[in-house]
């Protein structure tokens, strides 16, 4: 299994949800599919898969430079195929912050593709 550690980046998983309060949407986004980022980053914290729900999967992370940020699907109301490609949004407090993320997500999905 790929492990965040191969990516070479610092990016983490958070567990909860306190400093990721208040996070929007500022345009950035990364396509992937749910295999791929449960192999890089762990089981999402929220996953519901219904499309019940504006979302189906939610991951709280934190960026190389200490931002918080959630990455999450958004309307597709319905289930996603496990190795479907998918546009994640990325919120953030601020734009940079998202845009960064955006580029460190990237990276480390481009060294899981290469390792593939």
């Known amino acids: 299994m790929f492990s965040i550690n191969q990516a070479h980046t610092h990016m983490k998983t958070l567990t909860h949800h306190p400093r990721v309060t208040g996070t929007s949407f500022h345009g950035s986004i990364v396509t992937a599919s ?37 990455l999450y699907d958004y309307k597709y109301y319905r289930s996603l195929a496990p190795n479907e490609d998918v546009e994640w949004h990325i919120g953030s407090h601020r734009a940079d912050a998202a845009q960064n993320a955006a580029l460190e997500l990237s990276l480390m999905l481009q060294h899981y593709r290469s390792h593939e």
């Open 34 to 70: 749910v295999q791929e980022l449960t192999d890089i980053l762990g089981a999402p914290l929220y996953g519901s898969n219904t499309g019940e729900d504006k979302t189906n999967f939610e991951w709280y992370l934190e960026t190389t430079e200490g931002a918080p940020i959630t």
